[in-house]
């Protein structure tokens, strides 16, 4: 007798949809983002770099970090980090062209990050790829580091120069310093070091 499950077809894909997101290719400083267009098809990830259009194999992936960073004065920008088993890197975000949070492509972000996840398990890739949330233990700690240093700057040291000098105005500091850390120490607790599962990839502004 013919077992029916085995006879029936396996469901295709979506067509591969391209992504308008800026692209970073290699660390440090930049002026503007110039590569722009992501895709995800069924065994490999197609991108723009140097202004032409490139893959690279699932297979060829080893791990994918899902992140979020406060930028003073701009907002939260979600990132995605894509490094390769060469050791070459991709790294995608909401942001625009001048690395700034862009409201307007979270939708288009966190459309990227399900489609690409899904198309990872059905192919099989996503059991050899690594899955890491937030930022490394050691930077986490200098970032921990920076904000207890700001706290004190910011608060304890205001709350001593009123009891000193007998005024409020202090207080105008620790106001402004509750202002810049408070968001950071937000941007902090959510970026904490772990794993997740590739069907559920965590939302990062959330």
């Known amino acids: 007798m013919t077992d029916p499950a085995a006879m029936a077809s396996v469901p295709e ?9 800026f ?35 699932y297979s060829d992936i080893y791990s994918i970090n899902l992140s979020s960073a406060h930028i003073p004065r701009q907002g939260v920008i979600a990132q995605c980090g894509i490094m390769f088993r060469n050791g070459t890197t991709l790294g995608l975000s909401t942001s625009n062209a001048a690395g700034v949070p862009d409201g307007s492509r979270q939708e288009t972000y966190f459309d990227f990050l399900t ?31 920076a904000l207890i240093v700001g706290t004190m700057f910011f608060v304890l040291l205001p709350i001593i120069l009123a009891i000193i000098v007998r005024s409020w105005e202090p207080f105008q500091l620790m106001l402004m310093g509750g202002l810049l850390l408070w968001p950071a120490w937000q941007s902090a607790d959510k970026n ?11 939302d990062m502004l959330g």
């Open 23 to 57: 692209l970073r290719h290699r660390g440090g400083l930049f002026w503007r983002l110039t590569d722009e267009g992501i895709m995800p098809g069924v065994e490999k990830l197609s991108y723009m770099q140097d202004g032409r259009w490139g893959y690279r194999l």
């Open 13 to 21: 894909q979506p067509e591969p949809r391209r992504y308008n997101l």
């Open 115 to 145: 489609d690409f996840h899904e198309r990872l398990v059905a192919s099989g890739a996503s059991k050899d790829i690594s899955f890491t949330r937030g930022g490394t233990q050691t930077r986490m700690r200098i970032l921990y580091g």
């Open 192 to 202: 904490q070091p772990g794993s997740y599962d590739p069907r559920y990839p965590p």
